[in-house]
Structure formats: structure tokens, C-alpha cells
Nanobody, 120 residues
Framework: QVQLVESGGGLVQPGGSLRLSCAASGSIFRINVMGWYRQAPGKERELVAVITSGGSTNYADSVKGRFTISRDNAKNTVYLRMNSLKPEDTAVYYC??????????????WGQGTQVTVSS
């Protein structure tokens, strides 16, 4: 019954900003690492940013200084603030979370993805 739902994707001009959100719901006991990945057409999926339950973060070199990941543990939600967007940021962005599910154990969950398109 656990699911991840992303939102916030859309069309933006180069230099613009977007804020992605991913909310986890269901029989959640604990969420460990949460992160954002992206996949552009013809490219392999790549890690964008991750954040631990304690707030430690890590970013891909291509987005350092432009993107900020954060989380609200009370809401089981992770965010990705994207500033100074470039055309090469165009991709489907996927939320990922390592979740300890009530009774059954640890699982790795993926959201359905939200499209980000950066274009004039």
C-alpha cells in the first residue's frame, strides 16, 4: 500500500525555476534515504540528489549550486528546488525512497516520474 507521488514538473524557460515534490504514503514505519533521479531520452538514468533521514545531502556535479534537496519527515515528503534550469536538465524526474514498511520489512520504492522540460 506504500506509494510515491511526484508533482511539480512542467515547461519552463532556460534560467527558470521549478520545485518538485514527492509524497510517500501507506504503511510506513521509517523512511531512510530519499532521492531524485532523472532520465533523458537516449540517456541512462542518473542520480540527481539524495538526502538521508538526518538531513545529509549529496548532489550530482551537474546540478551542484543550482538544485537543493530537502525533506519534511513529518509529511514523508521530499522536495527538489531547481534553479537556473538549462535545456540539458530536460528529463523525467523520478522520486526514490528506501522505506521500512510496517510488518513486512525494507523496500525500495519508485514514483511514477514527473516530466521536466526546459525550452524556449
Amino acid at each position: 500500500q506504500v506509494q510515491l507521488v511526484e508533482s511539480g514538473g512542467g515547461l519552463v524557460q532556460p534560467g527558470g525555476s521549478l520545485r518538485l515534490s514527492c509524497a510517500a504514503s501507506g504503511s510506513i514505519f521509517r523512511i531512510n534515504v530519499m532521492g531524485w533521479y532523472r532520465q533523458a531520452p537516449g540517456k541512462e538514468r542518473e542520480l540527481v540528489a539524495v538526502i538521508t533521514s538526518g538531513g545529509s545531502t549529496n548532489y550530482a556535479d551537474s546540478v551542484k549550486g543550482r538544485f537543493t534537496i530537502s525533506r519534511d519527515n513529518a509529511k514523508n515528503t521530499v522536495y527538489l528546488r531547481m534553479n537556473s534550469l538549462k535545456p540539458e536538465d530536460t528529463a523525467v524526474y523520478y522520486c526514490n525512497a528506501h522505506i521500512v514498511v510496517v510488518t513486512t520489512g525494507l523496500y525500495d520504492y519508485w514514483g511514477q516520474g514527473t516530466q521536466v522540460t526546459v525550452s524556449s
